[in-house]
């Protein structure tokens, strides 16, 4: 007799996806909030109206030129280092997977502090420099591992000695600058969203739909190598293939967010465990979860240190580390109760 | 489906692992792999599902060559089960799903989905459908890996060391359900076992591997405590409790 186990899947099925749908909606809700809040308050009305370029000039321009630009930058940087973190930590079966162990953010803050302190960059030069330093690491992270062959392990261990190397020559190059050099410098590797424009928006918004799109596309084969590596062969995916096109795209996201907004931290290791613990390991909906959580973490980030610390100018990098690794660790231990 | 094994012959780093083995597996029989540790029976499953490639020799299923069918084409055909399953969060209905992944381009359909349904109704385990798979003890586990074989709809079944990490009682389930499956699916099974008497017990035959070289295919009655004492280097007697062979270590 048929106990409709199949029915209880699809019904599962359906339950997540009001879930994730609701989980959109807030953030969509919290980010139009989070518009109105500011030194230059404002009521939602109001802020319909900026956005619909009907209210007066100022608003207009409080809203278009900067509080948009920052939240939209917001919630693309955080939907694209949660989905990095997620490729990462699933492709290399390493729950510690993310964009910093793999020493991607460490290598763009390597390469915007050689910019500035040795060839006094400007913005554009320094967002150059931090894309080639994460592609950089990327580089010699996948060189390493498809030459030497190294296990998704040693990826991991490669990832923390090139982080410390990486940290160590930018310690190096802010020793011998100059007070205003490393001033800049050490400002740039603190994360801020606040320092973007609409192109740059725009590029990091292509390449983090372009990365979900991929997730998606892949979700059950990603669920087969949550199953180890050898069950995925077997089930006839070509695990190398799918594993260094993955980490190749998911650190080209990365290498975007970190080269126009700095180093943000935790928010691509904590936004796929959250997610996990949501709706379980399912890619089908564990991709477009971590999305939405990477989103709003780092809108919410945001919004604190813009509100609560109230100058407006306080790097969010500082405030996900401060709230990440709480976080992370509760999560540990509520996992391992 | 006739499963093939024509004199693969394999190699790590000029060390020789396997050399020159070759031996046929009919349907609805089941072969178990013998040997002592490093004998060669893992690597000789990954050479059978293509996940290693012999430098020598071929694998044959109904007399097409295994580099033809390609890594899905494989799935289609043979289903592996390994001795442990990675600690995953799937939920067992999810981890079972799996195996439909070669019959299908994009998502699961009904169909899919009501054919799990039915294995883990056949199989006794739709009280566990929708645990999640790292919270299963280890007979359960070893059963849910079986049924995700299943779901694949495989001719030949491959079992590395499928009870080793089992309690008696889940032992002797697990190979009683292989058993069954194998006569009334019509499967090619080849096992790799280690412990003699459940190798005994359960197959048809028993393939013992000698430092990378068939060393002798017998059927159960026919195995002698020179053969035990050949392959394993240890004294024993076979004695027989009913039709079955026992070995005892003296």
Redesign the interface.
């Known amino acids: 007799m048929s106990r409709g186990l199949a029915e209880t899947f699809w019904r599962n099925a359906k339950k997540k996806q009001k879930l994730l749908f609701g989980l959109a909606a807030t953030t969509a809700v919290v980010a139009v909030a989070a518009l109105s809040f500011g030194t230059y308050a404002m009521s939602p009305i109001h802020v319909l109206k900026s956005l619909l370029r009907m209210a007066e000039e100022t608003r207009v321009v409080v809203v278009w030129n900067i509080r948009l630009p920052r939240i939209a930058a917001g919630l693309s940087v955080g939907a694209g280092l949660a989905l990095a973190g997620l490729f990462i930590q699933t492709l290399l079966r390493n729950p510690l997977g993310s964009p910093s162990t793999l020493g991607i953010s460490q290598g763009a803050a390597f390469g915007a502090s050689c910019v500035i302190v040795l060839f006094h960059a400007g913005p554009f030069g320094t967002a150059l420099a931090a894309f080639c330093g994460s592609l950089g690491a990327t580089v010699l992270i996948v060189i390493l591992g498809r030459l030497r062959g190294l296990t998704p392990e040693a990826v991991i261990l490669a990832g923390v000695a090139l982080s410390s190397l990486f940290g160590a020559g930018t310690v190096l190059l802010q020793v011998l600058s100059d007070e205003t050099r490393l001033a800049m410098a050490v400002a740039w590797s603190f994360g801020d969203v606040g320092r973007s424009n609409w192109p740059q928006i725009g590029w990091l918004s292509l390449s983090v739909t372009c990365l979900a799109g991929v997730g998606y596309w892949w979700r059950w084969h990603l669920n087969a190598l949550d199953m180890g590596e050898e069950p995925a062969k077997n089930l006839g995916i070509s695990v190398e293939s799918l594993r260094w096109q993955g980490l190749i795209l998911a650190a080209l996201v990365s290498a975007l967010a970190t080269a126009f907004h700095g180093v943000i931290a935790f928010v691509g290791l904590i936004a796929p465990h959250a997610a996990r613990r949501i709706v379980g390991a399912d890619h089908r909906f564990l991709v477009p979860v971590s999305a939405v959580l990477g989103a709003a973490l780092l809108l919410l980030a945001d919004t604190f240190s813009r509100l609560i610390l109230g100058t407006g100018s306080f790097p969010v990098g500082v405030v996900t580390s401060f709230l990440g690794a709480p976080l992370f660790l509760s999560l540990l231990l509520k996992r391992r109760a | 489906m006739i499963l093939s094994v024509l004199d693969i012959s394999f190699h790590y780093n000029s060390h020789p692992i396997l050399e020159r083995v070759r031996f046929h597996v009919r349907p609805g029989e089941m072969i178990a792999v013998c040997g002592v540790n490093g004998a060669g029976k893992s690597t000789l499953l990954r050479c059978l ?1 293509g ?1 290693l490639k012999p430098q020598r020799g071929s694998v044959l299923l109904d007399g097409q060559d295994l580099r033809l069918l ?7 055909s043979m ?2 089960v ?1 001795q442990k ?2 600690d ?4 067992v ?3 079972v ?3 439909r ?2 019959h299908r381009q994009w ?2 359909t ?1 169909h899919d ?2 054919a ?2 039915k294995i ?2 056949t199989m006794d385990l ?1 009280d566990l ?2 645990r ?2 790292s919270t299963l003890s280890g007979g359960e586990a070893q059963k849910v890996l079986l049924a995700k074989a299943l779901s ?1 709809q495989p001719k030949v079944l491959l079992l590395d060391e499928p009870t080793n990490h089992l309690d008696l009682k889940n032992q002797l389930d697990v190979m009683r359900l292989v058993q069954s499956i194998t006569r009334r699916e019509s499967l090619a099974v080849v096992a790799a076992i280690h412990d003699l008497n459940t190798a005994l017990r359960f197959s048809d035959r028993l393939l013992f591997l000698r430092q990378g070289r068939i060393d002798e295919v017998v059927a159960p009655g026919e195995v002698t405590a020179e053969v035990v004492r050949r392959i394993y280097g240890v004294e024993v007697q076979v004695c027989r409790i009913g039709e079955t062979p026992v070995v005892v270590p003296l």
């Open positions: 599902n996940i390609g890594p899905k084409g494989i799935a289609r289903a592996s390994p399953g990675a995953s969060e799937l939920t209905f999810e981890v799903l799996l195996g992944l070669p998502g699961p009904r989905t009501l799990v349904e883990l109704e739709a459908a929708h999640r798979f694949q």
